[in-house]
């Protein structure tokens, strides 16, 4: 069984950073894709960033140059540096890791920019 832990969320104003962290219990593997999803009130749920075990990464177009994923493989732990933040980015935002072809989710972190 796979446990997922979030941190680091945050009222951030626009322009500004934050970055978030996912640690995973249990044994995953180093190859099992990690990323990230985000889910805004009243929209679904949509992908962020995604990482491969060997540090291959896929954005989705509205983060690009601004949110930095990476992982530690010893400490099974990924993480999302976001900066320049925008109201639009404003979202819980959610971890997730494949392992053995099961998707596993974290409970979700809030993240809100605004003035």
């Known amino acids: 069984q796979v446990q997922l832990v979030e941190s680091g969320e945050g009222l951030v104003q626009p322009g500004g950073s934050l970055r978030l962290s996912c640690a995973a219990s249990g044994s995953i593997f180093r190859q099992d894709v990690m990323g990230w999803y985000r889910q805004a009130l009243g929209k679904q749920r949509e992908l962020v960033v995604r990482i491969t075990g060997s540090g291959s990464t896929n954005y989705a177009d509205s983060v690009k140059g601004r949110f930095t994923v990476s992982r530690d493989n010893v400490k099974n732990t990924v993480y999302l540096q976001m900066n320049s933040l925008k109201p639009e980015d404003t979202a819980i935002y959610y971890c997730?890791?494949?392992?053995?072809?099961?998707?596993?989710w974290g409970q979700g972190t809030q993240v809100t920019v605004s003035s």
């Open positions: 997730t890791v494949v392992h053995w072809a099961r998707d596993y």
